[in-house]
């Protein structure tokens, strides 16, 4: 497996799926434990990128459609004299039904596209099989027809793993362990990467913790904003029961309008800490004692359990906390390019106005990338609209569980053995 490093993951402007595409492929890179850098969508970015010495040390990856001139470009131009990227992918998207789909990739020679008309000798005449061989050293090829098998097709071509469930890596063992520590506080704990730190800790109120301002006009790059609509099944109206008065009802009016209501009703909890509820039950008969331990509750063993909440306060605090795992999953999220500055970090709340596209709030910064060059200094940000979840930890399934249960039995290892 290629050694885990910095990739730097940007994507030419060929349709709207560009930053689905994109962003796909740097989530699957960061869950195998690169380090990524995304770059604004735009064919200047990458190529500038991969000709600067930021590039040195590094793996490149651009998204295509089914052009030869990034390729050639790279391997001819920036990776000539050795001092770019150590190795670049370029994924071609097949799913703009361009020229090179099914067999085709592996009978037609690449020819001259619209922005290279003269392919270096080397290349003129090879199928991008053939080509692929050729540069593997420096350069590899890759298709995908949807964002998930273009993510997992880079990586592979990264040395990586690519089936979801692989888990052998430390960095999968590691993830695990924290969604699991995690787990019990979704939504109220937020986890990001700055500087190569990892930081838990709870998430703050943004009204309490925001003094970054982005807006149109101001600092602003207009033709970078790239806005991904609310998801229009998701939850706009949240009504909680409680015992002790009225339903509590937060609901976004805005969404209603649009989407019509699409409720949901909940009773109101509270966590309460408790004691390890294990109980031990004896059963005896002539030939031998035997002791089973058994959890009157499946929550104990988590150090709490959920009683219906008592006060007001406690029934709007948990419908506070409802509301807003209801807008991390809206799907909305905003993309946009600002003058750089080290004020841009990941886990920074930001009031975001843009008047034009009627946003006015406040707003996560779930991803940054920066592109510096001697003339400008750019940072691109991801917003959301509430940190997103770290997500859940998986189950053991009943064959797992019983396979481990007879290992218990059977080995003789000591259990102050740990993993």
């Known amino acids: 497996m290629a050694e885990k490093g910095t990739v730097v993951v940007g994507c030419d402007r060929n349709s709207s799926q560009d ?85 085709d990739w592996d009978d037609i020679p690449v020819g001259a596209d619209a922005d290279y008309s003269n392919l270096p000798r080397d290349i003129v005449g090879k199928t991008f099989k053939q080509m692929n061989e050729m540069l593997k050293e420096d350069v590899r090829i890759v298709r995908g027809n949807t964002p998930e098998e273009m993510a997992k097709n880079v990586l592979a071509a990264l040395g990586g793993k690519v089936n979801d469930g692989d888990g052998g890596s430390s960095a999968s063992s590691i993830k695990d362990a924290i969604k699991e520590v995690m787990s019990a506080w979704d939504g109220e704990v937020e986890a990001y990467v700055r500087d190569m730190k990892m930081y838990i800790h709870k998430i703050k109120l943004p009204e309490q913790d925001c003094n970054l301002i982005l807006s149109e006009g101001l600092n602003i790059e207009s033709r970078s904003i790239n806005i991904k609509d609310y998801c229009p099944n998701n939850t706009n109206k949240l009504v909680v029961h409680w015992n002790g008065g009225e339903d509590i009802i937060i609901q976004d009016n ?164 740990t993993s």
């Open 254 to 417: 805005t969404r209603i309008e649009r989407f019509g209501e699409k409720i949901k009703e909940m009773d109101a909890v509270k966590r309460v800490l408790t004691s390890n509820n294990e109980t031990k039950k004896e059963t005896k008969d002539s030939t031998d004692t035997t002791t089973t331990t058994s959890n009157d509750d499946e929550k104990s063993d988590k150090g709490y359990e959920e009683v219906p909440a008592e006060t007001y306060e406690e029934a709007l605090e948990f419908a506070r906390l409802e509301w807003n795992k209801c807008k991390r999953e809206d799907c909305h999220e905003i993309e946009l390019s600002t003058i750089g500055g080290d004020e841009w970090q990941q886990g920074r709340w930001v009031r975001v106005y843009i008047p034009s596209f009627n946003i006015d709030g406040y707003y996560y910064i779930s991803r940054v990338s920066e592109n510096t060059s001697p003339s400008q200094w750019k940072a691109s940000l991801t917003l959301v609209e509430y940190p997103p979840s770290f997500g859940e930890p998986e189950e053991e399934t009943e064959e797992e569980t019983e396979e481990e249960t007879e290992e218990e039995e059977t080995s003789e290892v000591s259990d102050d053995v």
């Open 19 to 103: 930053a689905t595409f994109q962003n796909t492929v740097c989530e699957k890179l960061e869950s195998a434990g690169y380090t990524v850098e995304k770059l604004p969508i735009a064919p200047n970015p990458f190529a500038a990128y991969s000709y600067s010495s930021k590039a040195q040390g590094k793996y490149g990856v651009y998204i295509i459609a089914d052009g030869t001139y990034s390729i050639a470009d790279y391997h001819y131009g920036a990776n000539k004299n050795k001092k770019s990227f150590k190795m670049a992918v370029f994924p071609i998207r097949t799913d703009l039904k361009k020229k090179l789909q099914g067999d």
